[in-house]
């Protein structure tokens, strides 16, 4: 045995060993991800956009104007402008002082003289006739619910946080006001946030039916697969529009409204799984194209060989597989939403005031528009925030689909 | 030949389904929705009411008013009295509505085509230049705006600061002509994208270096060679770009003022027409479903590859 030379082979061993170490085998979504980088206007609208979410979830905790409080005396069609405004400061609000915090700090404290007045009641049906009559008044005469629409806890939550943070500072109106003398800038933000949600939970929705039906289809082919199909193209003829605008108007009627409420389900969110529910056309052809490929692919087989479920073979072998194609066509799905929910809000049957959407900014700028004076704001403010963000995610879907290209692998 | 007939055949019993299922559902929507058509602000006197709903069909089972009807438009074409508007019938209405919708989505149609491939192919053939460039970004911007704004925009533009246009009316070329614009030129937009993007393709295969190779011009190579590869996806775009008309000629129609089918069917669908809005959904089933049958054929005729299903 000679001893240095069987060291001599395990250090070149090593040395090997070292060196494949360092290769790393690039994977396509890293592969990707590089070539995305690349992309200048690409990735200049991820971070657009990325931003943009931030900013819309943000919304309530910025220092922005009331997006409802209305002044048809003295703001209404106001060009923007720098002035500066303070909360709360508006004579018809009647605030303490003119000033949000210090309303706050009265209506707080009478408030709490309340709560204590009503824990020394001894009788407890009084009392919780007491409690709920505070309840009531904090649900009308609450500074917060004065100049915001029915905020949810955690926005509630974040409002407070703005106060504690800017107290009665404001942006001035820098976009101007609208036909009731609201603040434009706080509508477009606060609008993003509808919008936007609107955007991403039809195209899920869209997504969620799309893929698996897609998926379903071509995977299991023959018959299924022809009558599946055959639906879609059924479906391709109908001119969807008229279905949403029956549902719409369907769901409008009182008392559907409130028989949907009675079951906890809101309206909007009906609204959203309506357009979700017509989206998924494209995509479920797109998948069950990728998965007809897919499906003679040797992974398919072997995971077949060892007794998976055809389900799972769908759901966890292929779809992952179709994923980028499908990301894709989210990208440009989600503008196509988008703009479907302006159109509704344009014809009146898309999200009703109090609620604000681009859309509804838009129509309402559109009718301030034909009068004989130019309130251009009202149009471009509005405009620019759904063009932007509408541009920036076709820009971002255009880059996806040249990196996640097979194509142009190491590239 | 015989295929060709084969597939007409085929896809008219598709139409019979199609329009089967969408009646089926409209008329279940209708019906199922709370409150009736009479149910106005002013209560009507019961005997009237009662009168109203014998003229049509209303007081009948559910089932028979839904026999009957489908056997009135099978055997007569007859889509029944509008129930909102006085004194016409449904299919007076579509027959007055009809004709303007239908030149309105042909004028943009065929602008968008126009428009778009001239500009797809420009900005292809002149790659990475300020032209292409431009085009490409006025194409995105195109697609975002939203139709309505553009439409307002144009009135504003074209009809009060440059009076090229008549803001309303309907009849001549030119009162047609700013309407047909506003609802061609997203199509056109997304038209001059897809050809673009198929004459980049095309301009890469080998068959055209083939062409570049023995010497054909510029001109014969792009027309001949690379175009027809390149329209294909615009023409399968084109069945989509139909509904997307349709839908737009219901916002512009709004904004125009202009007499189409479009404004109708808003109004009844939000005013519980039941009938009309039938009538109106069936006709435009019937459009769509014609013009895609259009399409794959004209897809088959393109490219000699694709056989008729």
């Known amino acids: 045995m000679n001893l240095p030379d069987s060291r001599k082979n395990e250090e070149a061993l090593a040395k090997l060993l070292e060196e494949s170490h360092k290769i790393r085998g690039v994977s396509l979504w890293k592969d990707a991800w590089r070539r995305l980088r690349r992309n200048r206007p690409a990735m200049a609208s991820l971070i657009f956009l990325i931003?943009?979410?931030?900013?819309?979830?943000?919304?309530?905790?910025?220092p922005l104007q009331s997006p409802l409080d209305k002044d048809l005396n003295n703001r209404r069609f106001l060009s923007p402008s720098f002035e500066p405004i303070t909360m709360g400061s508006r004579e018809g609000l009647k605030f303490a002082d003119g000033k949000l915090t210090s309303q706050l700090a009265l209506f707080e404290a009478e408030i709490a003289a309340e709560t204590a007045e009503a824990l020394a009641i001894n009788d407890p049906l009084k009392q919780a006739e007491q409690f709920e009559s505070i309840q009531d008044r904090i649900r009308v005469e609450h500074p917060f619910n004065q100049l915001w629409n029915q905020l949810g806890s955690v926005s509630f939550k974040m409002v407070q946080i703005r106060v504690a943070?800017?107290?009665?500072?404001?942006?001035?109106?820098?976009?101007?006001?609208?036909?009731?003398?609201?603040?434009l800038l706080a509508r477009v933000f606060w609008g993003a946030r509808v919008s936007l949600v609107v955007g991403l939970v039809a195209t899920l929705v869209s997504l969620m039916i799309g893929v698996s039906y897609g998926a379903i289809a071509g995977y299991f082919g023959g018959w299924i697969d022809a009558a599946m199909m055959r639906i879609v193209d059924m479906l391709y003829?109908?001119?969807?529009?008229?279905?949403?605008?029956?549902?719409?108007?369907?769901?409008?009627?009182?008392?559907?409204?409130?028989?949907?409420?009675?079951?906890?389900?809101?309206?909007?969110?009906?609204?959203?799984?309506?357009?979700?529910?017509?989206?998924?056309?494209?995509?479920?052809r797109?998948?069950?194209?990728?998965?007809?490929?897919?499906?003679?692919?040797?992974?398919?087989?072997?995971a077949r060989t060892i007794g998976a479920s055809p389900m799972r073979i769908v759901f966890r072998h292929l779809v992952p597989n179709v994923l980028g194609i499908v990301i894709v066509y989210l990208t440009l799905t989600i503008p196509a939403v988008m703009l479907f929910e302006a159109f509704l809000s344009f014809l009146g049957l898309g999200v009703a005031p109090p609620d604000v959407s681009w859309g509804l900014l838009l129509n309402d700028g559109v009718e301030a528009l034909s009068s004989v004076k130019l309130f251009w704001w009202v149009v471009i403010f509005p405009g620019a925030a759904l063009a932007m963000t509408l541009f920036a995610l076709n820009f971002l879907g255009d880059?996806?689909?040249?990196?996640?290209d097979p194509k142009m692998k190491n590239r | 030949m015989k295929d060709l007939l084969g597939f007409l055949i085929r896809r008219l019993g598709w139409m019979a389904i199609t329009l089967w299922a969408v009646y089926t559902v409209s008329f279940v929507l209708m019906r199922a929705a709370p409150g009736s058509p009479f149910s106005a602000e002013r209560a009507m006197p019961p005997a009237i009411e009662q009168q109203m709903r014998a003229r049509y069909n209303l007081d009948a089972p559910p089932l028979q008013q839904y026999w009957d009807y489908m056997w009135g438009i099978l055997s007569r074409g007859d889509l029944s009295w509008s129930i909102k508007l006085e004194d016409y019938s449904v299919n007076q209405v579509i027959a007055e509505g009809f004709p303007v919708s239908a030149s309105l989505a042909i004028f943009a149609l065929v602008f968008a085509i126009i428009l778009g491939v001239s500009a797809g192919v420009i900005s292809a053939v002149y790659r990475g230049t300020v032209a292409d460039v431009a085009m490409m970004a006025t194409a995105v911007l195109g697609i975002a705006i939203p139709n309505f704004v553009l439409a307002s925009i144009a009135i504003l533009l074209f009809v009060f600061l440059i009076p090229l246009f008549p803001a309303a009316g309907w009849g001549t070329l030119r009162q047609v002509a700013l309407p047909a614009i506003c609802l061609g030129l997203p199509v056109a937009a997304y038209i001059a994208r897809l050809t673009r993007a198929g004459m980049l393709e095309s301009l890469s295969r080998e068959h055209v270096r083939t062409a570049f190779a023995k010497g054909l011009p510029k001109r014969t190579v792009i027309i001949k060679h690379v175009l027809p590869g390149a329209l294909l996806p615009v023409v399968s775009y084109l069945g989509p770009a139909t509904a997307g008309v349709l839908t737009g000629s219901l916002v512009l129609e709004k904004i125009f003022a202009l007499?189409?089918?479009?404004?109708?069917?808003?109004?009844?669908?939000?005013?519980?027409?039941?009938?009309?809005?039938?009538?109106?959904?069936?006709?435009?089933?019937?459009?769509?479903?014609?013009?895609?049958t259009i399409v794959d054929l004209a897809y088959a005729v393109i490219d000699p590859r694709v056989e008729l299903e």
């Open chain 1, 51 to 62: 931003g943009l979410g931030l900013v819309a979830f943000l919304t309530p905790m910025l």
């Open chain 1, 165 to 183: 943070i800017f107290g009665d500072y404001a942006i001035p109106s820098i976009f101007g006001t609208d036909k009731l003398g609201r603040d």
């Open chain 1, 237 to 284: 003829s109908i001119p969807f529009i008229f279905v949403v605008i029956y549902l719409v108007t369907f769901l409008g009627e009182e008392s559907v409204k409130a028989w949907l409420e009675s079951y906890g389900i809101d309206q909007i969110m009906i609204f959203y799984i309506i357009i979700g529910a017509i989206y998924w056309l494209t995509m479920s």
């Open chain 1, 286 to 302: 797109v998948v069950r194209g990728q998965v007809l490929s897919l499906r003679q692919e040797q992974f398919v087989e072997s």
């Open chain 1, 399 to 404: 880059g996806l689909r040249d990196a996640l």
């Open chain 2, 259 to 292: 007499p189409g089918m479009g404004s109708h069917f808003i109004y009844a669908a939000t005013q519980r027409d039941t009938t009309l809005a039938t009538g109106m959904v069936l006709t435009y089933t019937v459009l769509l479903f014609v013009m895609n």
